[in-house]
């Protein structure tokens, strides 16, 4: 959303470009807390076990022996990815913002998302009980479903260039 030129958005489960301290909140950026890691850490080579199929590596059993984790510049804490981890809930400021922007929608339209995890179900409630269209684009069930105005259970990507390239053919004027 941010290449694309979106500067309201709102990253409710976190943003993999940032690093956090858990203790006072100071916030690098991942780039930058790379350098830390490979600083504190030369010579070190991990053994990948095996590769998993979203990318993430599964270590060999004595590959983290030796490696240094980088503690908060500010106050020694522990730095952890900027993104709401499993069992973790999501911050209630950004939880406010998105409640704010669908109330002031016209309609909620939700795009690759099955909607299972609450935080973002609780959005496509929140429109539906205020009768605001729910427009869906997922392949396969989402949690709302049942209170959906419209679902497209077909592959986001091909849904969103076709229905671009529809638009395109339908303008029937051009702006100078």
């Given at each position: 959303?941010?290449?694309?030129?979106?500067?309201?958005?709102?990253?409710l489960h976190g943003d993999l470009s940032k690093v956090r301290c858990?203790?006072?909140?100071?916030?690098?950026?991942?780039?930058?807390?790379?350098?830390?890691?490979?600083?504190?850490?030369?010579?070190?080579?991990?053994?990948?076990?095996?590769?998993?199929?979203?990318?993430?590596?599964?270590?060999?059993?004595?590959?983290?022996?030796?490696?240094?984790?980088?503690?908060?510049?500010?106050?020694?804490?522990?730095?952890?990815?900027?993104?709401?981890?499993?069992?973790?809930?999501?911050?209630?400021?950004?939880?406010?913002?998105?409640?704010?922007?669908?109330?002031?929608?016209?309609?909620?339209?939700?795009?690759?998302?099955?909607?299972?995890?609450?935080?973002?179900?609780?959005?496509?409630?929140?429109?539906?009980?205020?009768?605001?269209?729910?427009?869906?684009?997922?392949?396969?069930?989402?949690?709302?479903?049942?209170?959906?105005?419209?679902?497209?259970?077909?592959?986001?990507?091909?849904?969103?260039?076709?229905?671009?390239?529809?638009?395109?053919?339908?303008?029937?004027?051009?702006?100078?």
């Amino acid at each position: 959303h941010h290449e694309a030129g979106s500067d309201k958005v709102i990253e409710l489960h976190g943003d993999l470009s940032k690093v956090r301290c858990t203790g006072c909140g100071t916030t690098v950026t991942r780039n930058a807390y790379q350098y830390r890691l490979e600083d504190a850490n030369r010579g070190w080579h991990s053994k990948a076990f095996r590769y998993k199929p979203d990318g993430d590596a599964e270590l060999a059993e004595d590959s983290h022996e030796g490696f240094e984790v980088p503690a908060c510049p500010e106050c020694s804490g522990i730095m952890k990815p900027d993104v709401v981890m499993f069992g973790e809930g999501v911050p209630k400021s950004r939880v406010e913002r998105a409640r704010a922007a669908v109330g002031r929608a016209d309609a909620l339209l939700v795009v690759g998302s099955s909607l299972m995890v609450f935080s973002g179900f609780r959005f496509a409630r929140q429109a539906a009980e205020s009768g605001k269209p729910v427009v869906i684009v997922n392949q396969g069930r989402t949690r709302a479903d049942d209170i959906a105005s419209l679902k497209v259970d077909a592959d986001c990507a091909q849904v969103l260039t076709e229905s671009v390239s529809a638009l395109q053919r339908n303008v029937t004027r051009v702006l100078p």
